[in-house]
């Protein structure tokens, strides 16, 4: 009989255990709720932060990254990302106007490496939130376009429809282009406003559905592309409909719902949920459980205050024989009744703390009553919160528990 994997959390952690899980055989249950970290992200996958490549090092980990096999079986299977672009890395233009190296990247992002020394047009529409002018002056001031002597200009572009266009969601307004009629009319307004550019630089605009830019690509005359979105925009969205198709295809079973408690019984695992809409509380067996529940930005760990005025520190959300850990230090079961002070820890904290594991993800203080639970992605103490990070940790931890 297969072994059954539960796991909790839907990021690309979470997405990665269970691919890998399913790969090797086992029964695979995906519980998640709310959008965590994955589903607001920009469309850039790093491995380590990439701010900090002083010396060199974190290309080359970059590169390691690059020829993980796996890795790239999983992000051909999500088919909404592309592996690095030109060597060693891609390089992509972020909605604040920096262009920076990435790992790999939602497709739909312009991959700017092929596009050295030509001439870049950004899309100038009346977007609230897009400044077209002084986007296109902080790229072509970027280092790399000095370098290469790559140039960006503003070109004025009709495709707004109605004036509330101007200021609806972001995810709104890509979702119009999923409209086969508007993406085709997106692409013929690019090709009339400038037909001399070596390329177009628009907004994450193209589409929350991951094969809507192939389809604008298809009739542009010159590579298109976005820049990063900004927090809950179209390349979370593009991430969440790529991974529930993946979920489909693999044959995963996914429950909507909130872990309470996730203990040992016998030799297995028993999952409590919260109660749903209709007032049943719910409950899962599994052989194994990868906890991928993601760190304080998603609330998978949360900072509480019980009593006015006394903090009590970081916890998990929900009951788990685990330890949450910061810079190393155990800081308990169930929070102290100060906690650590973000005054001496720094806002960084918020980024560090996490679930006491060893490098396999299995959560130290392990016993035989702890068997067959792991953790993986921003859950992790003390891990560089990185997609690829998160994504390495989970196929890593969704192999072992299928194994037994
Ligand atoms: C603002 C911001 C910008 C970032 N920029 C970049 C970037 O440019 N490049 C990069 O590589 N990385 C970036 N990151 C980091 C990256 O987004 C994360 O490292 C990654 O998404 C973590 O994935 P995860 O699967 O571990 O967690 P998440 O994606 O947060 O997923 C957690 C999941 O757990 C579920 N969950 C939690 N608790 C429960 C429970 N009790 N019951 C059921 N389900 C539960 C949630 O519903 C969710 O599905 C950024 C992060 C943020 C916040």
Same mark, same amino acid.
Request: glycine share 14%; aromatic share 6%; proline share 4%.
């Given at each position: 009989?297969?072994?059954?994997?539960?796991?909790?959390?839907?990021?690309?952690?979470?997405?990665?255990?269970?691919?890998?899980?399913?790969?090797?055989?086992?029964?695979?249950?995906?519980?998640?709720?709310?959008?965590?970290?994955?589903?607001? #992200?920009?469309?850039?996958?790093?491995?380590?932060?990439? =701010?900090?490549?002083?010396?060199?090092?974190?290309?080359?980990?970059?590169?390691?990254?690059?020829? =993980?096999? $796996?890795?790239?079986?999983?992000?051909?299977?999500?088919?909404?990302?592309?592996?690095?672009?030109?060597?060693?890395?891609?390089?992509? /233009?972020?909605?604040?106007?920096?262009?920076?190296?990435? #790992?790999?990247?939602?497709?739909?992002?312009?991959?700017?490496?092929?596009?050295?020394?030509?001439?870049?047009?950004?899309?100038?529409?009346?977007?609230?939130?897009?400044?077209?002018?002084?986007?296109?002056?902080?790229?072509?001031?970027?280092?790399?376009?000095?370098?290469?002597?790559?140039?960006?200009?503003?070109?004025?572009?009709?495709?707004?429809?109605?004036?509330?266009?101007?200021?609806?969601?972001?995810?709104?307004?890509?979702?119009?282009?999923?409209?086969?009629?508007?993406?085709?009319?997106?692409?013929?307004?690019?090709?009339?406003?400038?037909?001399?550019?070596?390329?177009?630089?628009?907004?994450?605009?193209?589409?929350?559905?991951?094969?809507?830019?192939?389809?604008?690509?298809?009739?542009?005359?010159?590579?298109?592309?976005?820049?990063?979105?900004?927090?809950?925009?179209?390349?979370?969205?593009?991430?969440?409909?790529?991974?529930?198709?993946?979920?489909?295809?693999?044959?995963?079973?996914?429950?909507?719902?909130?872990?309470?408690?996730?203990?040992?019984?016998?030799?297995?695992?028993?999952? $409590?949920?919260?109660?749903?809409?209709?007032?049943?509380?719910?409950?899962?067996?599994?052989? /194994?459980?990868?906890?991928?529940?993601?760190?304080?930005?998603?609330?998978?760990?949360?900072?509480?205050?019980?009593?006015?005025?006394?903090?009590?520190?970081? $916890?998990?959300?929900?009951?788990?024989?685990?330890?949450?850990?910061? =810079?190393?230090?155990?800081?308990?079961?169930?929070?102290?009744?100060?906690?650590?002070?973000?005054?001496?820890?720094?806002?960084?904290?918020?980024?560090?703390?996490?679930?006491? #594991?060893?490098?396999?993800?299995?959560?130290?203080?392990?016993?035989?009553?702890?068997?067959?639970?792991?953790?993986?992605?921003?859950?992790?103490?003390?891990?560089?919160?990185?997609?690829?990070?998160?994504?390495?940790?989970?196929?890593?931890?969704?192999?072992?528990?299928?194994?037994?």
């Amino acid at each position: 009989m297969s072994r059954r994997v539960v796991v909790v959390g839907a990021g690309i952690a979470g997405s990665a255990a269970a691919f890998a899980a399913a790969r090797a055989g086992a029964e695979v249950v995906v519980v998640h709720d709310r959008a965590g970290a994955s589903a607001l #992200c920009s469309g850039a996958l790093d491995l380590e932060a990439w =701010d900090t490549d002083a010396s060199g090092e974190v290309a080359a980990r970059a590169q390691r990254a690059l020829t =993980d096999a $796996e890795l790239a079986a999983f992000l051909t299977a999500l088919g909404a990302h592309r592996l690095g672009g030109t060597a060693p890395n891609g390089v992509i /233009a972020t909605a604040s106007g920096v262009v920076r190296p990435a #790992c790999a990247a939602d497709r739909a992002l312009l991959d700017l490496a092929p596009l050295a020394g030509r001439r870049v047009a950004v899309a100038d529409i009346e977007r609230d939130d897009w400044d077209a002018s002084l986007l296109a002056k902080a790229f072509g001031a970027s280092a790399w376009a000095e370098h290469t002597g790559t140039t960006f200009t503003p070109v004025f572009v009709r495709l707004l429809r109605t004036g509330y266009e101007r200021r609806i969601a972001p995810y709104d307004f890509a979702e119009l282009h999923d409209d086969p009629a508007r993406g085709a009319a997106l692409a013929d307004a690019l090709n009339a406003a400038a037909p001399d550019v070596d390329a177009w630089l628009v907004g994450p605009w193209l589409g929350i559905q991951p094969d809507t830019v192939a389809a604008i690509r298809a009739r542009a005359r010159v590579p298109l592309g976005e820049t990063t979105s900004l927090l809950a925009g179209a390349a979370g969205a593009r991430f969440e409909r790529a991974r529930d198709r993946l979920f489909t295809e693999l044959g995963v079973e996914v429950r909507r719902g909130r872990v309470g408690r996730v203990a040992a019984r016998d030799a297995s695992w028993a999952l $409590e949920l919260a109660p749903d809409s209709d007032g049943a509380p719910g409950e899962l067996a599994a052989s /194994a459980v990868v906890l991928a529940t993601g760190g304080v930005g998603a609330g998978g760990i949360v900072f509480t205050w019980r009593l006015p005025g006394v903090v009590r520190g970081f $916890e998990l959300p929900f009951a788990a024989p685990v330890t949450l850990a910061l =810079d190393g230090e155990s800081l308990g079961g169930g929070g102290s009744l100060y906690g650590p002070s973000l005054e001496t820890k720094g806002l960084g904290a918020l980024e560090r703390v996490g679930i006491a #594991c060893d490098a396999l993800g299995r959560p130290v203080g392990k016993n035989a009553a702890q068997m067959g639970l792991f953790v993986a992605g921003d859950a992790v103490a003390g891990r560089p919160r990185t997609m690829l990070g998160a994504a390495l940790a989970g196929l890593a931890s969704g192999n072992v528990a299928a194994g037994g």
